[in-house]
């Protein structure tokens, strides 16, 4: 995986954000994260918050590998609400 900042990151880092972000391609999102906020004049103040937001918003956007998966899911909370 790139560096995500110019002094990079460090070990427990990277360990962190493998364990955390298992499911979102780290190479792919990391190329987007530096072609965003490396082509101008812009500054992170916290590059390590600013990438693992990147990345929570990454798998927020996803798009889901089985079309019927949102419907299962909003069927789902429609029987539990019909339940309850």
Same mark, same amino acid.
């Given at each position: 995986?790139?560096?995500?900042?110019?002094?990079?990151? %460090?070990?427990?880092?990277?360990?962190?954000?493998?364990?955390?972000?298992?499911?979102?391609?780290?190479?792919?999102?990391?190329?987007?994260?530096?072609? +965003? +906020?490396?082509?101008?004049?812009?500054?992170?103040?916290?590059?390590?918050?600013? +990438?693992?937001?990147?990345?929570?918003?990454?798998?927020?956007?996803?798009?889901?590998?089985?079309?019927?998966?949102?419907?299962?899911? %909003?069927?789902?909370?429609?029987?539990?609400?019909?339940?309850?």
């Amino acid at each position: 995986m790139p560096s995500v900042s110019r002094r990079g990151i %460090s070990e427990k880092e990277k360990n962190d954000i493998e364990t955390d972000f298992p499911d979102v391609d780290l190479a792919f999102e990391a190329r987007s994260f530096v072609a +965003w +906020w490396g082509d101008g004049t812009r500054r992170l103040v916290r590059p390590y918050a600013a +990438w693992r937001n990147w990345l929570k918003n990454a798998r927020k956007f996803a798009k889901p590998s089985d079309p019927l998966d949102a419907y299962r899911k %909003s069927y789902g909370r429609y029987l539990r609400k019909a339940v309850d």
